[in-house]
């Protein structure tokens, strides 16, 4: 079955480390996003991705970096310098046509402590 | 600019009374809209869609049409159930946009 792969599921790390989540995708889609959502929130875009090779930063960007050196995946590194990194991250892709849905992975779920 | 806004939530029914859960949205063009529902602690599912004014999209029971008059796209059941207790999200696409806009989310607890 096609869909979007988010691992792993639940994931610690120490203040000050950087840490990657991972994002896969096997849909053929061109784009993917990555969403931050916070306990009682919403969704707030950090990046996202249109073509292999290039990304453009979202509402949130500062303090995540992320790659897209092929179609399928798109990871993303939370590094030492955001602030409160502890969250619910979302990743998503999407066909591009307007009348498609993105579709979402299972999340991973970070805690800094 | 496009947005979406929501019924604030969160929302509590006994089993098998009627929701109506409140969207409406600016657009800057002419929108796709879709309703997404997140069950805890995973990840997004679309619901249902509509891509033009007076379509109807449905989905498990679930309704919501596209009214371009009164800029809306109002989520409905006629019968919740226990399993429905979810969080409920609205959306909007504009054709050559990059990007969906979503509402805030609307949490739905249904009681048995």
């Known amino acids: 079955d096609g869909g979007i792969t988010q691992s792993p599921k639940y994931l610690f790390r120490k203040e000050g480390q950087n840490v990657t989540l991972s994002c896969e995708q096997n849909?053929?889609?061109?784009?993917m996003y990555w969403y931050r959502q916070d306990p009682g929130q919403g969704l707030r875009l950090i990046y996202y991705s249109q073509i292999v090779n290039d990304f453009q930063k979202g509402d949130i960007a500062e303090g995540y970096s992320v790659s897209r050196e092929k179609k399928e995946s798109f990871p993303l590194t939370v590094t030492s310098a955001q602030k409160n990194p502890t969250a619910f991250y979302l990743c998503?892709?999407?066909?591009?046509?307007?009348?498609?849905?993105?579709?979402f992975g299972n999340g991973t779920r970070l805690t800094v402590t | 600019g496009n947005s979406v806004t929501q019924m604030e939530g969160p929302v509590t029914l006994s089993e098998e009374a009627f929701l109506t859960i409140n969207c409406t949205y600016t657009a800057t063009g002419y929108p796709s809209l879709f309703w997404y529902v997140q069950y805890p602690g995973e990840g997004l599912q679309l619901l249902l869609k509509?891509?033009?004014?007076?379509d109807k999209g449905s989905n498990k029971g679930f309704e919501a049409t596209y009214r371009k008059e009164t800029t809306s796209f109002h989520l409905e059941k006629g019968s919740v159930q226990v399993s429905d207790s979810a969080v409920y999200f609205c959306a909007l696409i504009i054709q050559g946009a990059q990007k969906l806009v979503f509402g805030q989310g609307t949490r739905l607890t249904i009681n048995p």
């Open positions: 849909l053929n889609h061109d784009a």
């Open positions: 509509a891509t033009k004014a007076d």
């Open positions: 998503a892709s999407w066909a591009g046509l307007y009348n498609s849905p993105l579709h």
